[in-house]
């Protein structure tokens, strides 16, 4: 009996082990469905992210490989838009054949050879009116609406808007669309009308969307402007007149968004202080921005004196008269040679160590037209010695790539593209080079001021040619390049020459006279030995190696995160994980901690990843003494 009730006992406790184990392996199973579950969102979230991240870079490769696999877009080679004339495309060609011919740059090699193939075969085709028509019905940047203005799309607006220091009015339009196609001439007429100074262009919603991710509200109605200034919230304008008011309306959002820079100068005050600069009483221990005066008697100042005003106001200050004391500027030291611009610089006295004030006035003999002020502003600019970001290294150092559109269909197109450009770049103020630059500048005053009241180029074969310092600490991608350099041509850099367009280097030999050296360059001859930076660089623009202080980098990583955190796909996210918690039963309130955690620091990941080339913070940077400023 008691054997009977051991084997009993022992039988029972056999069954409760493996009900235990077999409710352990239960929860084992359960534990581990839920945790692969877990994992499983977790990796899906990620996959996501991953997708999100590369939308862009999937979009843009694709577009891209379309392009290619057809045919390139033969405007954009030739930096032409699709209204463009025959005698312009002709022109253009030969200006850019000029610039990229590999046999007047041998060493440019590749690159050169590449580019000059490309242009030759854009105008093959639109050279020709019968290949072109065809290349424009079948393949070419076709649009219903035409008009001179510029083409603007998701490849080029990077390029021609954001890194430019310029006025935009850009319009959003559909082909097919009735508003559009009546809006289009008074748009030609304003374009016409303001195309010298402010830059129009038009993006066409139904080909170029992706366009659209640059403009800063979301457009539902066609057609419609906006403004664009780098530092300057836009504006919006929709056409809803008739006749002649849409016009009138058009130039006054125009003019608005110009704006009024110019600094009304007090005629009594204004006497008082050329009597002053005049005496040789201004002076300083630094150098002060140039300014310049008009004087006018007219009541209303041109249209490219106040776009000057808004676009150089960080380098220059604008005055000018009112109508009602122009006749109050009676002092014969002003009005004795009928001036129309005064225009004050510094000249640097090494004795005695200070900026003293000089005045050049200029005497036109009429009204001061486009050419006369961009004379006289390209004169004043040559006492600036900007510190470059990507905004001034586009003004001084790098040639135009935007069409003069103001010309009607007779004139001349020479201006269709700036000419070549000169920048001379102090890296390292040895042996006071920067103090030698002034000199030079000085030295040049009389040949320079003669030269903007001819309105002949400044410096010869070059349109433009200037001085700049750049602070390598802030410049992060610009030192990496000086530090490629610095290996190319196996000496410390102190100091390079960039010239444009084909954007080639040469750099100073300390050991060689500095005036000498900027007089072979001024030169343009082949005394001067260039490397081109297309080996460096590739085909991105040298702009990009400088941040942009418009959109400083915690600034726009600020941007994209609120961007990415309200986008379609994040919402997609979002309610993914949602449901997927929901499931594990995690409770309510944890769920949508854990998500809103997961979807703010994806969105600051992708950010950041978003502007990785330009660092939030330098203060962490220590440069090697020869890059030191």
């Known amino acids: ?56 870079t999937y979009g843009r490769f ?21 209204s463009a004339s025959q005698a312009d495309i002709k022109k253009q ?24 193939s490309k242009i030759n075969k854009a105008y093959e085709v639109l050279g020709d009116p019968e290949k072109r028509r065809s290349y424009d019905q079948v393949a070419g940047d076709f649009t219903p609406i035409k008009s001179r203005t510029i083409s603007l799309n998701e490849h080029n607006f990077q390029r021609l808007v954001i890194d430019k220091n310029d006025i935009w009015i850009i319009q959003i339009y559909m082909d097919g669309d009735q508003s559009c196609e009546d809006f289009a001439d008074f748009w030609d007429e304003a374009a016409l009308e303001y195309g010298h100074t402010v830059k129009f262009g038009r993006i066409n919603a139904h080909s170029h969307p992706r366009a659209l991710r640059y403009l800063p509200y979301g457009i539902q109605i066609f057609p419609t402007l906006i403004s664009w200034t780098n530092g300057k919230d836009s504006e919006i304008f929709t056409p809803s007149m008739e006749g002649y008011q849409i016009l009138k309306a058009l130039k006054q959002f125009i003019e608005h968004v110009i704006g009024e820079s110019v600094h009304i100068y007090p005629a009594k005050e204004f006497l008082s202080y050329h009597e002053r600069v005049m005496n040789g009483e201004v002076s300083s221990t630094t150098s002060t921005n140039p300014e310049i ?32 004391e122009y006749r109050s500027l009676a002092s014969p030291k ?12 510094d000249e640097y006295n090494p004795d005695q160590k200070i900026y003293r004030r000089k005045a050049a006035l200029f005497d036109f003999g009429k009204k001061a037209k486009k050419k ?67 000199k030079i500048t000085e030295s040049k005053f009389e040949t320079l001021k003669q030269k903007a009241e001819d309105g002949m180029s400044l410096y010869g074969n070059y349109e433009s040619a200037h001085f700049a310092t750049v602070d390598l600490g802030k410049h992060r991608r610009f030192r990496k390049l000086i530090e490629k350099l610095t290996e190319k041509f196996n000496r410390q850099i102190f100091v390079l020459a960039l010239s444009s367009p084909n954007d080639k280097v040469t750099v100073f030999d300390p050991t060689d006279d500095f005036e000498e050296w900027v007089e072979d360059l001024l030169k343009a001859d082949d005394s001067v ?3 081109y930076l297309a080996e460096f660089v590739g085909e991105e623009p040298l702009s990009h190696y400088f941040i942009d202080i418009h959109n400083p980098p915690l600034q726009k990583t600020l941007k994209t995160f609120v961007k990415k955190i309200f986008s379609w796909s994040t919402l997609f996210m979002f309610g993914i994980l949602y449901f997927a918690l929901r499931k594990l039963k995690v409770p309510q309130q944890m769920n949508l901690i854990v998500n809103g955690v997961l979807i703010l620091a994806s969105s600051l990941i992708l950010a950041i990843l978003d502007n990785r080339d330009e660092p939030v913070s330098y203060t962490h940077l220590t440069l090697p003494t020869i890059y030191s400023v």
């Open 1 to 56: 009996q008691s054997t009977s009730v051991f084997f009993f006992f022992q039988a029972e406790d056999g069954i409760r082990d493996a009900q235990e184990s077999r409710g352990l392996g239960d929860v084992y199973k359960r534990q581990i469905k839920n945790w692969g579950l877990t994992i499983g969102i977790f990796v899906f979230f990620f996959v996501l992210l991953g997708l999100k991240y590369y939308e862009d």
């Open 62 to 82: 694709f577009s891209r490989k379309q392009d290619s696999d057809f045919q390139d877009n033969l405007y954009e080679l030739l930096e032409l838009d699709s």
């Open 93 to 116: 060609f030969k200006v850019m054949a000029k610039a990229w011919h590999p046999d007047k740059h041998p060493e440019c090699g590749k690159p050169c050879e590449e580019k000059f």
């Open 293 to 324: 005066m008009l004087i006018t008697s007219s009541n209303r100042l041109p249209i490219d004196y106040k776009y000057a005003a808004f676009k150089y106001q960080q380098y220059i200050t604008f005055h000018s008269n009112t109508f009602s």
């Open 334 to 345: 002003i009005r004795k040679r009928n001036t129309d611009f005064i225009v004050y610089y």
């Open 372 to 438: 006369e002020v961009q004379s006289v502003i390209n004169f004043a600019k040559t006492f600036i010695i900007p510190s470059l970001d990507r905004h001034s290294f586009e003004e001084f150092c790098h040639k135009s790539e935007i069409r003069d559109i103001s010309r009607s269909p007779g004139e001349s197109s020479e201006d269709v593209t700036g000419g070549a450009s000169l920048c001379i770049i102090i890296i390292n103020n040895k042996n006071d080079v920067l103090g030698t630059s002034r």
């Open 529 to 531: 030995q260039y490397t």
